[in-house]
Nanobody
Framework: QVQLVESGGGLVQAGGSLRLSCVAS????????MGWYRQAPGKQRELVAV???????VYAKSVKGRFVISGDNAKNTVYLQMNSLKPEDTAVYYC????????WGQGTQVTVSS
């Protein structure tokens, strides 16, 4: 099993920045992909950015050029740097991994005010 703990959410004005962190523990050797997903009220959870074991990264079109996913293997941590935030980025952000089983963190709220 893999345990995930997110941090770094909060309230920010449009145009601002936030950095989310996700620390993984447990069977981290089995992780194939690790990334960020978000779920806005009344909407389905969607991919934001994900990186695989080989280092390939996929971004959602809506965040490309504004968000950057990165990792620190020594700390078993993945980050999501979010710049030029927009009100439509408001959501609960979840860290998720596949092993190929899926594991999720508890989520962290990001609210962008206009």
């Amino acid at each position: 099993q893999v345990q995930l703990v997110e941090s770094g959410g909060g309230l920010v004005q449009a145009g601002g920045s936030l950095r989310l962190s996700c620390v993984a523990s447990g069977s981290i050797f089995s992780i194939n992909t690790m990334g960020w997903y978000r779920q806005a009220p009344g909407k389905q959870r969607e991919l934001v950015a994900v990186v695989n074991r080989g280092g390939s990264i996929v971004y959602a079109k809506s965040v490309k050029g504004r968000f950057v996913i990165s990792g620190d293997n020594a700390k078993n941590t993945v980050y999501l740097q979010m710049n030029s935030l927009k009100p439509e980025d408001t959501a609960v952000y979840y860290c998720g991994v596949t092993t190929p089983l899926s594991y999720w963190g508890q989520g962290t709220q990001v609210t962008v005010s206009s």
